[in-house]
């Protein structure tokens, strides 16, 4: 069992930056492929950017790519989200998720573990 808890979040012009973290409890971090996931008012849970569990491959979404950064660093138990060039499209509560097993990364019924979500909000 692993449980995550994101920070980060916050308000934050448009063309601007923000890191999110997620923190994660239990000692087989390093056994779960990492997931962010964000939602939107009146919108559906969409994938925005995955990494292995050794880090080694990284995932987007379209809209993300070139933009955001995701990282992981198995000694802390932490996943990263480093967001720059924030547009205002970007506004949601974010979430982190963790899936043991073979992965699916960009699909969200596949991760196991859920965080509570942060929200980020892009003003124009």
């Known amino acids: 069992q692993v449980q995550l808890v994101e920070s980060g979040g916050g308000l934050v012009q448009a063309g601007g930056s923000l890191r999110l973290s ?7 971090f390093s056994s779960y492929a990492m997931g962010w996931f964000r939602q939107a008012p009146g919108k559906e849970r969409e994938f925005v950017a995955a990494i292995s569990r050794n880090g080694g491959s990284t995932y987007y979404a379209d ?5 955001f950064t995701i990282s992981r660093d198995n000694a802390k138990n932490t996943v990263y989200l480093q967001m720059n060039s924030l547009k205002s499209e970007d506004t949601a509560v974010y979430y982190c998720a963790a899936q ?3 992965p699916h990364y960009r699909d969200y019924a596949w991760y196991d573990h859920w965080g509570q979500g942060t929200q980020v909000t892009v003003s124009s």
């Open 63 to 67: 809209s993300v790519k070139g933009r």
């Open 22 to 28: 997620c923190a994660a409890s239990g000692r087989t």
């Open 100 to 102: 043991s097993g073979f």
